[in-house]
């Protein structure tokens, strides 16, 4: 009913920006919240940044100061600006939203994810 499309991953020397966007589609209600995880090989996966009802934004003490979160509502998506990248970024990273559908019922849905690579 509802799906999630990343993009903007790629590979990307320390010290460069990348942008991330995420769109939502289908049978879609609202969306309350949106969310960029990561997940590096061998480690947990962690969340990144989010954005909640009113606007409120989250960060990682890890990318505080870097990453940018922001949503345009109209197209439904929600974009990670990533700057001063650093290898330590390097993961897959993947959107997640909290949505009501058009028939009222709530869930969680996952992109696929999209690959970040950070060269040192």
């Known amino acids: 009913q509802v799906q999630l499309v990343e993009s903007g991953g790629g590979l990307v020397q320390a010290g460069g920006s990348l942008r991330l966007s995420c769109t939502a589609s289908?049978?879609?209600?609202?969306?309350?919240?949106m969310y960029w995880y990561r997940q590096a090989p061998g480690k947990q996966r962690e969340l990144v940044a989010a954005?909640?009802?009113?606007?409120?934004?989250n960060y990682a003490d890890s990318v505080k100061g870097r990453f940018t979160l922001s949503r345009d509502n109209a197209k439904n998506t929600v974009y990670l600006q990533m700057n001063s990248l650093k290898p330590e970024d390097t993961a897959v990273y993947y959107c997640?939203?909290?949505?009501?559908?058009?028939?009222?019922?709530?869930?969680?849905?996952w992109g696929q994810g999209t690959q970040v690579t950070v060269s040192s």
């Open positions: 997640s939203a909290d949505v009501t559908d058009m028939t009222g019922r709530w869930a969680s849905y």
């Open positions: 289908g049978s879609i209600f609202s969306i309350h919240h």
């Open positions: 954005i909640i009802i009113g606007g409120s934004i």
